[in-house]
Every structure is written in C-alpha cells, then in structure tokens.
C-alpha cells in the first residue's frame, strides 16, 4: 500500500501564508507526479499544482505567482507553500501521487493515490 499523508493546514488572515506538505510512505519503487487539488464547500475538486520527478512544474492560473510547487524526492515528499492567500483559497487540500509500487515477485504495479485532505481557512 502507499499512503500520501498532509499536513500543515489551518487557518489564516487573507494576505497571510501557510505551507503544506504531503509526504507519501509505503511500497513505492517510483514516484511520478505529486500534486495538489483542493475542494471548496459544493464544488468540485480542481487541480492547483503538479510537480513531475524532474521538477517540471505547472499551476492553476488562479494560484500562479502566489503559490509555489516543490519535492523532495529523497523524502518523497511534496510542498506547497502558499502566499498572499485570499479567503477564496479556503478549501480542503488534497495530495496525490502517482507511481510504482515495489514488487520483488513480479511486474511493478502503478498507483494513484489521495491523500485525506488538509483544511485550509483564509478569513477576509
């Protein structure tokens, strides 16, 4: 099994920063692209940032220059540090990551897998 776990959530003023972190554990051989997606109240969950193993980077237009996508990939970890947020950031934080398993008796398997979800507040 592989597990994407995040942390550091909670809430903050709008202009204010919080960072996240969504470290993956379990039987990875390899791990591909970590991202960030994030669900407001009734509406669906959209993508906000993806970072592939080499670093490439891409964001929702609503995030870009605010928000900045990075991993560790020793760590197998993923950060998203976001600044000047604004209340409409409020929404659950979800970490996913896709890869392969590791599997000493036959063909690697991928996964795609999600996170719990962190709770991100940005008051007005």
């Known amino acids: 099994q592989v597990q994407p776990v995040e942390s550091g959530g909670g809430l903050v003023q709008a202009g204010g920063s919080l960072r996240l972190a969504c470290a993956a554990s379990g039987s990875i051989f390899s791990i591909n692209v970590m991202g960030w997606y994030r669900q407001a109240p009734g509406e669906q969950r959209v993508l906000v940032a993806t970072?592939?193993?080499?670093?490439?980077?891409n964001y929702a237009d609503s995030v870009k220059g605010r928000f900045t996508i990075s991993r560790d990939n020793a760590k197998n970890t993923a950060y998203l540090q976001m600044n000047s947020l604004k209340p409409e950031d409020t929404a659950v934080y979800y970490c996913n990551v896709n890869g392969l398993k590791t599997n000493a008796y036959g063909p690697r398997e991928y996964f795609d897998v999600w996170g719990q979800g962190t709770q991100v507040t940005v008051s007005s």
């Open positions: 970072v592939t193993s080499r670093g490439s980077t």
